[in-house]
């Protein structure tokens, strides 16, 4: 029999930090807008946009 996988934090790569913002709701619509497209949640879509803005940055 498999041993089942434990939800939660990747032991490679921890969540171990939170971020709290507030935004308005034009904002707002634009990232639920991109979690339907994406099919993902919030945290997922802030991510991405980190990360593609990182990556923007890096270039120049």
Do not use: W
Request: aromatic fraction near 6%; charge should be positive.
């Amino acid at each position: 029999m498999q041993e089942r996988k434990k939800p939660g934090p990747h032991p490679e790569k921890p969540l171990e930090f939170e971020i709290k913002t507030r935004v308005d709701k034009e904002t707002m619509q634009k990232i639920q807008y991109c979690r339907e497209i994406l099919n993902c949640n919030r945290s997922e879509v802030l991510r991405r946009g980190i990360y593609s803005l990182y990556e923007e940055l890096a270039k120049k």
